[in-house]
């Protein structure tokens, strides 16, 4: 990836908390626990699901950037999303940390020489990953994400009438 477009992902990125919220805020909170099937996601659980999402992004950005090389865990969403209960945690809470984490993340790529997003890490299911191979994956993250909410959105509304 060249400069310009990695500064332009890495302004992306650096929004998306803030996108997160907004999109939020366009959904009445009495349809956040709606699923339009058993085996799909909530806003609720699309939420805890994007704070753990966090969390492993912000251990893989730093993996990749201190010990280049290194092999990062995988995990099943789908199988976190039921063990950890989702719907038994805080949406408030998943909120401020992802704004935390993402943020922390945000500020330390922002100061990376260039050299250093040619480094990689192993993970199980991706192979070889660049540092801009990383950002490709999370700057897309919450936004996909986001258009996920929207989907339920429109099939809770399209229920109603």
Same mark, same amino acid.
């Given at each position: 990836?060249? $400069? %310009?477009?990695?500064?332009?992902? =890495?302004?992306?990125?650096? !929004?998306?908390? /803030? ?6 805020? #366009? ?38 950037? $201190? %010990?280049?090389?290194?092999?990062? =865990?995988?995990?099943?969403? !789908?199988?976190? /999303? ?6 038994? #945690? ?72």
């Amino acid at each position: 990836m060249n $400069a %310009e477009a990695r500064a332009k992902k =890495m302004v992306s990125y650096g !929004n998306a908390h /803030a996108a997160l919220v907004d999109a939020l805020r #366009q959904f009445p909170r009495e349809m956040w626990r709606f699923k339009l099937a058993p085996d799909q996601w909530s806003i609720h659980e699309i939420v805890i699901h994007l704070s753990h999402s966090e969390a492993h992004s912000y251990i893989r950005c730093r993996t990749c950037i $201190a %010990e280049p090389g290194q092999a990062v =865990m995988a995990y099943d969403e !789908n199988e976190w /999303a039921v063990a950890l209960c989702y719907h038994d #945690q805080s949406m408030e809470e998943a909120l401020d940390l992802i704004k935390c984490l993402h943020l922390q993340t945000y500020t330390l790529i922002q100061s990376l020489p260039d050299s250093v997003w040619s480094h990689t890490l192993e993970h199980p299911e991706n192979g070889t990953m660049s540092l801009d191979d990383w950002l490709d994956v999370y700057e897309r993250h919450i936004p996909d994400h986001i258009d996920q909410m929207k989907g339920v959105y429109a099939a809770w509304r399209a229920r109603r009438w």
